[in-house]
């Protein structure tokens, strides 16, 4: 979710649930073509059907390029399987290095050749008609479009859980960055994603407020969805929630301009907040059963619901205070080498 006074192009809603910013966007009637873009670091058990899934478009992408940092699993020899099956449709790109998810998606920024281009994470799966449903849109003038997603694997807590949070939180009136989410390529070209951030977390909705603080038209559309799969066991959770939470500090001090000790009064803060409400039962209740009331398991998940709650939070506050350390470090490195 993203804060809506951001940024110059401001969104109104409209009867069929698509978004759109009230002032006219100029009209492209030529039907776009489709770059899709896949960062991928160890993720062998998804990328072959994420790949399937984009190859299998009954309007086909012009590419599907991988940006590889650096795995140590079978990711690669997957894809490369995947592009020599692809009639070169599939570009395999090894950095070598682990870079970030930014840096990986700005470089197939840079290979693309389509006028649009499709930002995928190596666990989200298209529906055949995916870019079918998106080329009306851009055809209209759409500059910017972010969809709807669902959980695929429900059969485990972690997807219950995340799927849970989407339904009871987010929908067209307050949606940001999604998955699955497209812009013209001269936009990504023109906004970029921020390299200052390590790994996946806050890089997409920065993304998204640069490409609407420069102005470009950005729509919703929920009739369109997509299907994208999470860690299925506590540890994979675990690791992915503290990765989003080491983001956090590295947002406020690179993208904020936040001076670090700001920050790590900020972050002591939200651990005392987070400390204090973990102790309240009634709250905690009342915000599981409302998860349950999501969840296709309904109450019996209600145990569930609590604990997947108090270990994001937990794993979100670990994630922040390895930041602050690795920031703190490198500060103290800098002032070592200036003195």
């Given at each position: 979710m993203i804060d809506d006074r951001r940024g110059t192009a401001e969104r109104v809603s409209v009867p069929t649930g698509l978004q759109t910013c009230p002032d006219?966007?100029?009209?492209?009637?030529?039907?776009?073509?489709?770059?899709?873009?896949?960062?991928?670091?160890?993720?062998?058990?998804?990328?072959?059907?994420?790949?399937?899934?984009?190859?299998?478009?009954?309007?086909?992408?012009?590419?599907?390029?991988?940006?590889?940092?650096?795995?140590?699993?079978?990711?690669?020899?997957?894809?490369?399987?995947?592009?020599?099956?692809?009639?070169?449709?599939?570009?395999?790109?090894?950095?070598?290095?682990?870079?970030?998810?930014?840096?990986?998606?700005?470089?197939?920024?840079?290979?693309?050749?389509?006028?649009?281009?499709?930002?995928?994470?190596?666990?989200?799966?298209?529906?055949?008609?995916?870019?079918?449903?998106?080329?009306?849109?851009?055809?209209?003038?759409?500059?910017?479009?972010?969809?709807?997603?669902?959980?695929?694997?429900?059969?485990?807590?972690?997807?219950?859980?995340?799927?849970?949070?989407?339904?009871?939180?987010?929908?067209?009136?307050?949606?940001?960055?999604s998955e699955g989410f497209s812009c013209r390529r001269e936009a990504a070209l023109a906004a970029a994603f921020p390299e200052q951030i390590p790994g996946a977390g806050g890089e997409d909705v920065e993304f998204l407020e640069r490409l609407r603080a420069l102005g470009y038209f950005w729509q919703v559309d929920y009739s369109i969805c997509v299907a994208h799969r999470v860690p299925a066991t506590v540890a994979g959770f675990w690791q992915q929630c503290h990765g989003r939470g080491r983001s956090i500090p590295y947002c406020e001090t690179a993208l904020r301009r936040m001076p670090l000790p700001l920050v790590t009064a900020r972050r002591a803060a939200a651990w005392a907040k987070t400390a204090a409400v973990a102790g309240l039962v009634l709250p905690n209740?009342?915000?599981?059963?409302?998860?349950?009331?999501?969840?296709?398991?309904?109450?019996?998940?209600?145990?569930?619901?609590?604990?997947?709650?108090?270990?994001?939070?937990?794993?979100?506050?670990?994630?922040?205070?390895?930041?602050?350390?690795?920031?703190?470090?490198?500060?103290h490195g800098a002032e070592k080498a200036a003195a």
């Open positions: 006219a966007a100029p009209t492209r009637s030529q039907q776009p073509s489709f770059s899709i873009v896949v960062p991928t670091y160890n993720e062998e058990a998804d990328i072959a059907d994420t790949l399937r899934c984009a190859l299998a478009q009954t309007l086909p992408a012009r590419e599907v390029i991988v940006v590889d940092g650096g795995s140590t699993d079978r990711t690669l020899e997957r894809a490369r399987r995947a592009a020599a099956d692809s009639h070169a449709r599939v570009e395999v790109v090894a950095e070598g290095r682990r870079r970030g998810v930014s840096a990986a998606r700005n470089e197939g920024i840079r290979r693309a050749t389509g006028d649009v281009v499709v930002f995928l994470n190596a666990d989200v799966l298209l529906p055949p008609d995916f870019l079918a449903n998106l080329a009306p849109l851009y055809a209209a003038g759409a500059d910017v479009v972010s969809v709807d997603s669902r959980v695929a694997n429900l059969d485990c807590v972690p997807g219950r859980y995340i799927d849970a949070v989407h339904r009871l939180k987010y929908n067209a009136e307050n949606v940001g960055w209740a009342i915000a599981a059963a409302r998860l349950a009331a999501k969840s296709p398991r309904g109450m019996r998940d209600l145990p569930a619901m609590w604990s997947a709650h108090h270990m994001l939070f937990a794993a979100h506050r670990a994630g922040e205070m390895q930041g602050l350390r690795e920031l703190w470090r490198d500060r």
